[in-house]
């Protein structure tokens, strides 16, 4: 079988504060497995040109129908995706800094399922435009035209969005405290909590659980130390073994032996280091 092409473009400067990067992702026919796809504390818009597949949340026993284009807002549960059919797939993505979407936010609905259509966010005029430009330059190489064009236009930098992208990296990079934090930015404990569940859309300890479980996702020492789950548990800020094994079956939709031992490639795709970047015009 023809492997996948996958490749990530950094954004231009301008938008290098909201956006972590463009990507495409070109499929052969076959029958892809099922996939997992882990919590994630940040949103993604996601055009979909071939193929068709499902996506279902623990919270909904209702799929959700990837077969255009749509948002995939920042959740605190794992996501089940599975195809439809056998045929080739044909995808690109918009993926946001933690908090970045708030930038280009035209509705601020409360729906709780994580996954929305675009044309409900957007003037559906709009986005059919913007996806016929999508669809003739998708096996171009000028393929983030389109969408740096839509993005720049429609940027409209909300208050705080600095103060919140400074402490969801924070959160991200290193075990940390809400009242640091707050006091960090020059907030109160509530006032943070309050402004960084609006923009970031999740709550600061949902989003605390997420970024600890990747941490763990994307560290080195399960396979390259051989530590075992109690020493993983212990590095990584949890009680013991059977709170991260818990914790993980949650957040990332399979346990930890299961997930070290097959890499899930939906996940991977996502832990690119920065060599792999292509950059953008």
């Not at 990747?214 to 709170?243: E, I, K, W």
Request: charged content about 15%; overall charge neutral; glycine content about 4%.
């Amino acid at each position: 079988m023809t492997p996948y092409h996958y490749e990530q473009v950094r954004p231009p400067a301008a938008l290098s504060n909201t956006i972590e990067c463009f990507w495409r992702l070109l499929m052969p026919t076959s029958p892809p497995p099922d996939e997992m796809l882990s919590a994630e504390g940040r949103a993604e818009i996601l055009f979909q040109f071939e193929g068709h597949s499902q996506a279902i949340s623990p919270t909904s026993n209702t799929p959700f129908a990837c077969t255009s284009s749509w948002i995939v807002r920042p959740y605190a549960h794992a996501l089940r995706v599975q195809q439809v059919g056998v045929s080739a797939s044909a995808m690109i993505g918009v993926r946001f800094v933690p908090g970045g979407w708030a930038a280009f936010q035209r509705n601020t609905d409360d729906h709780a399922h994580p996954l929305i259509l675009l044309s409900d966010f957007y003037a559906p005029m709009d986005v059919r435009i913007l996806e016929e430009q999508l669809y003739d330059t998708l096996y171009t190489s000028h393929w983030t035209d389109p969408l740096i064009r839509y993005f720049t236009c429609h940027l409209n930098a909300p208050l705080h969005s600095e103060r919140m992208a400074y402490a969801a990296q924070h959160l991200l990079r290193q075990e940390i405290s809400i009242s640091t934090l707050a006091r960090q930015v020059n907030l109160s404990e509530r006032q943070f909590s309050r402004v960084f569940r609006n923009l970031v859309g999740l709550a600061p300890k949902q989003f605390e659980r997420v970024a600890r479980i990747h941490r763990v996702l994307y560290s080195p020492d399960y396979t390259v130390n051989a530590l075992t789950l109690q020493q993983m548990a212990v590095r990584h800020g949890y009680h013991d073994a059977a709170h991260l094994t818990h914790e993980f079956q949650n957040l990332v939709g399979t346990s930890p032996a299961q997930y070290f031992s097959k890499i899930h490639a939906l996940i991977a795709q996502k832990n690119l280091k920065d060599g792999r970047f292509l950059q953008s015009e």
